[in-house]
């Protein structure tokens, strides 16, 4: 038995007394082939330092091999001795043999420092080596999907997987149905979905399938898809709202409200999931739920003009106007947009406070004047008001997006 082979018997055994005296005895005798063996051993039980002191001594007996090199390079990196390792790799010449591997180890060392740019250079200098070593364009491709640059990942993944379905543990084609879903190109992703999508295992991809689905108004499969990621992790949240809106989006109200009010057992601030439950409530006659639940939200995230203008719009509805107005009394006049001012002056005209219902048409006016329903509220107020000229001019803007309604025609004429 060898000295690298006693030495690693040892150290399997968790003899480690005789470690230093048989290091020197295997570097003393035993031949490159051995200690080789031996190094890359030493590294994959964690014995890094060992390593190092073997593939000096390789190093130091075959100076024409950069391979060593690369690997105590690769070994130095992991201990954090960043400049030693750098030093050794660009000592190492352009036409080595070893090269390509130095571009690599370099590759990975700059990625994982943040700097991707620098990264890319260095594997498109392997790439253009090695134009078809898979590693290579794989490293490519997962560099750019995980830099956003996702229409490059798409163009290698969809070249690796003419030849393979996976590379190692990934999947090619949840990769190439990833990137196709972060350009926004969900018709394609979906063709993915619909012929890859049983061997999908990632959560998360599985996750995005259901949002792709949803946005190309597949429901069921959307279900199918989001229904399984909860059932896999019923913590992952943010399923929860997007299962709730394929739901409701294919009818399922009473489910679409389960599922939204379970989401909240899980994350209570989430304010999609009030304002949710606040609009299928509501289209479900369930007023009281659905002005509870908004006020929950709005509880949370009193900033959140759109669950208030929510709030607002059911009030109106229910015809209840002094809590319509008292929902913007504390809000600040210049964060009141324009739909709340409508609100509001819809409320304050209907509680005979004219002037004060015509300042707010008047604030929402000028981004609302396209809007035919506006139009006619604020066209109440003024012909309550008697203003004839501004009357005739909201009637004629009115009439130009609905011409053949009877009752402003009518009042229109009286005018003229």
């Known amino acids: 038995m060898s000295y690298s082979e006693q030495l690693l018997d040892a150290i399997e055994k968790h003899d480690f007394s005789q470690n230093n005296i048989l290091l020197k005895k295997a570097l003393d005798s035993d031949s490159s082939e051995l200690l080789a063996a031996l190094a890359e051993n030493l590294t994959d039980m964690g014995f890094s330092d060992m390593a190092k002191d073997v593939y000096r001594s390789l190093i130091a ?32 010449d352009e036409n080595s043999d070893s090269y390509l591997e ?26 253009e080596l090695a134009p078809k070593e898979d590693a290579i364009i794989f490293g490519l491709a997962e560099l750019a999907y995980s830099t956003g640059k996702n229409e490059l990942a798409l163009h290698y993944y969809q070249d690796l997987a003419t030849r393979q379905k996976h590379f190692g543990e990934i999947n090619l084609r949840e ?10 190109r969900y018709e394609e992703a979906s063709e993915i979905i619909k012929q890859y999508g049983q061997d999908f295992i990632d959560i998360d991809t599985r996750y995005e399938a259901g949002l792709v689905l949803l946005s190309t108004k597949d429901y069921k499969k959307a ?39 379970t989401g909240l057992t899980y994350n209570e601030y989430d304010e999609t999931l009030y304002a949710l439950i606040g609009r299928v409530a509501a289209n479900c006659a369930k007023y009281d739920l659905a002005v509870d639940m908004l006020k929950k939200g709005l509880s949370f995230a009193p900033d959140n003009m759109d669950l208030r203008v929510q709030l607002s ?52 006016y000028p981004n609302l004047q396209n ?11 003024f012909n309550i008001d008697g203003e004839r000229v501004a009357l005739k001019d909201l009637l004629q803007k009115y009439l130009e997006l609905i011409p053949d309604d009877e009752e402003m025609l009518d009042l229109y004429d009286e005018l003229v």
Do not use: C
């Not at 024409?64 to 960043?82: C, M, P, R, S, T």
């Open 371 to 381: 809007n035919a329903d506006f139009l006619k509220d604020m066209i109440r107020l």
């Open 223 to 261: 279900i199918e898809y989001l229904t399984g990621v909860l059932e896999q992790a019923s913590d992952y949240v943010n399923a929860y709202p997007l299962l709730a809106q394929a739901y409701e989006a294919n009818g399922d109200n009473e489910k679409a409200l389960e599922t939204a009010q």
């Open 61 to 92: 007996k075959n100076p024409e091999e950069d391979l060593f090199k690369v690997y105590l390079a690769e070994i130095l990196l992991n201990d954090g001795q960043d400049d030693d390792a750098l030093s050794l790799l660009y000592s190492i």
């Open 102 to 127: 130095i571009l690599l180890v370099q590759a990975d060392y700059y990625q994982s420092l943040g700097l991707f740019e620098t990264a890319q250079a260095k594997l498109q200098e392997a790439h």
């Open 175 to 184: 990769r190439i149905f990833a990137s196709l879903a972060k350009l926004g």
């Open 313 to 364: 719009n059911l009030y109106l509805y229910l015809k209840k106007d002094e809590e319509n107005l008292q929902l913007f009394r504390e809000v600040d006049e210049e964060n009141l947009e324009p739909q709340a001012r409508w609100n509001i002056a819809v409320s304050l005209y209907r509680l005979e406070k004219y002037q004060e219902s015509r300042k707010e048409f008047l604030l929402a």
